[in-house]
C-alpha cells in the first residue's frame, strides 16, 4: 500500500493537472527510444510509437495454450512485454505484473493506492476504476492511464508508483513514448475523455503540453516526423507539433474517430463510426480514399504491410486492402463482430473476435491457419513475440499461447 511507503508526498500542480511524485523511488536514466521492434518484447499497445501492429517476432501455425492468468473482471487493454513478464491492466482497477514463463503473479498495483484518487487509503473498497488503457514501457517503467483519469508511472521491478498524474476524465486510449525534440530526455503521449492530448515528462510526470480538442479522445497517438496524429470523436484527425503541442493542420472526417490510427510516411489509416475505413493523405490534407462495403463502423485499428492494410469490423469481416487506392484483396467472415485490433507476424495475423475466438490468419488469402475458443468476447488485442502470444479476454482472463 502507498500509505506503507512514506507519506512524505511532494505534490506539483501543474496547469490541467496535478502531478505526485514519490521522491524515495530512485529514477533511472531515461535512454533513446529503440528504432527497431524487439521481437522478444512488446513494448508499447500497438509495437512501435507509429501505431502499424507489426511484429518481427517469429511464430508457430499451431499454438497450445501455455497459461492462463485470472483477474476479476474482463481484460480490454492490450498486454505488453518486457523484461521477462506481462503487464496488463484489468477491469477490476488493478495492474498486474505475471512471469512470462510461468503465468504467476509478482505483482499487482490498485489505482486506489494512487494518492490522486478519492477513496486513497480506504480499504474497504476492493475494486476501484477499470484499467482498459494499453501501457507503454520505457528504461524500466511502465506508464499507463484509468478510468480514475489518472496517469500512472511504476517500477517495472517493484510496482511501486513514481508518480501520477491527474487528467479532468477517464482515459481509455493507451500511451505511447517518443524522444523529446533535443534528445535529452523521453515523453509520454496521452489522450483523455477531458478532450485533451497531453505531453508529460517521462522522469517527473510534468506537463511539457496540451492540446485541447473537441470532444472525447478514445484512440491513442502516433508519431510521425516532428509531429504527433491522433483521431478524436470531434470528426477530425490532428496534427499536432511534438515541440510546442500547437496544431500543424487538421482533416474533417465529420464522424467519430474511436480508434488508434496507424501512420506511415504522409499516410494515415483509420476506421470510424460513419462505417468507413479511411486513408487520409497529410500532404494533400484530404481523404486519399474510403472503403466500407456495409452499414457497420470500424472501432479496431489497423495492421499495415508494405502494400496493403488488415483491419476488423463490426461487420464480422476481417478486411485486406491495398494501401494504395483501398480495393479489397480478400475478407475472412467469422461468427462475431472484429473490435479487437490485429497484429501482423511474417505471413500471418492474429486478431479476436467477439465470437470469443482468437484468429489466425494467412495474409495471402485471408485462409484460416489456427482459432482456440476462449467462448466469451475476445475485444482485447493481441502482444506477439518470438515464440508466444498473448492476449486478453471478457472472461477476466490473460492467456498465453505457445508452440
Not at 470523436?233 to 493542420?249: E, I, R, T
Not at 491457419?369 to 492476449?391: F, T
Amino acid at each position: 500500500m502507498m500509505t506503507h511507503i512514506k507519506l512524505a508526498l511532494v505534490a506539483l500542480l501543474a496547469l490541467g493537472g496535478m502531478v505526485v511524485a514519490l521522491p524515495e523511488v530512485a529514477a533511472p536514466a531515461v535512454g533513446k527510444v529503440a528504432a527497431k521492434v524487439d521481437a522478444t518484447t512488446w513494448t508499447l499497445a500497438r509495437g512501435d510509437s507509429s501505431q502499424t501492429g507489426r511484429s518481427t517476432a517469429k511464430l508457430a501455425d499451431k499454438l497450445a495454450l501455455k497459461w492462463r492468468f485470472k483477474t476479476e473482471a474482463p481484460i480490454k487493454a492490450t498486454p505488453i512485454v518486457a523484461e521477462g513478464r506481462a503487464f496488463v491492466g484489468s477491469n477490476d482497477g488493478l495492474f498486474y505484473a505475471i512471469d512470462l514463463n510461468t503465468g504467476e503473479k509478482i505483482w499487482s498495483f490498485n489505482t486506489i493506492e494512487g494518492p490522486l484518487h478519492p477513496d486513497a487509503g480506504k480499504n474497504e473498497k476492493k475494486f476501484t476504476d477499470p484499467i482498459e488503457a494499453g501501457a507503454c514501457y520505457v528504461d524500466g517503467r511502465l506508464y499507463f492511464g484509468g478510468h480514475d483519469g489518472n496517469v500512472y508511472c511504476l517500477d517495472a521491478k517493484t510496482g511501486k508508483m513514481i508518480w501520477a498524474f491527474a487528467t479532468q476524465d477517464k482515459i481509455t486510449a493507451a500511451a505511447n513514448h517518443v524522444k523529446s525534440p533535443d534528445g535529452k530526455s523521453t515523453w509520454i503521449l496521452i489522450g483523455s475523455n477531458d478532450s485533451r492530448m497531453y505531453c508529460l515528462d517521462a522522469a517527473t510526470g510534468k506537463k511539457n503540453w496540451d492540446y485541447e480538442t473537441g470532444n472525447i479522445i478514445n484512440g491513442a497517438p502516433a508519431v510521425g516526423k516532428g509531429v504527433v496524429i491522433f483521431g478524436g470523436c470531434d470528426g477530425l484527425v490532428h496534427v499536432v507539433g511534438l515541440a510546442d503541442g500547437k496544431k500543424v493542420s487538421e482533416v474533417e472526417i465529420t464522424d467519430y474517430i474511436a480508434a488508434t490510427a496507424a501512420v506511415d510516411g504522409d499516410k494515415v489509416f483509420f476506421g470510424h463510426h460513419g462505417n468507413k475505413f479511411i486513408c487520409v493523405d497529410l500532404t494533400e490534407k484530404k481523404i486519399a480514399w474510403q472503403f466500407g462495403q456495409r452499414d457497420f463502423p470500424f472501432m479496431g485499428s489497423p495492421a499495415l504491410t508494405k502494400d496493403h492494410v488488415l483491419f476488423g469490423g463490426q461487420d464480422r469481416r476481417v478486411h485486406f486492402v491495398n494501401r494504395a487506392d483501398g480495393k479489397a484483396k480478400w475478407s475472412f467472415r467469422s461468427r462475431g463482430q472484429f473490435n479487437s485490433s490485429p497484429v501482423i507476424f511474417g505471413e500471418r495475423a492474429i486478431i479476436g473476435c467477439d465470437d470469443g475466438r482468437v484468429y489466425m490468419l494467412n495474409l495471402a488469402d485471408g485462409t484460416e491457419v489456427w482459432n482456440y475458443e476462449i467462448g466469451q468476447r475476445v475485444a482485447g488485442s493481441p502482444a506477439v513475440i518470438d515464440g508466444m502470444m498473448l492476449i486478453g479476454s471478457d472472461d477476466g482472463s490473460l492467456y498465453a499461447f505457445g508452440e
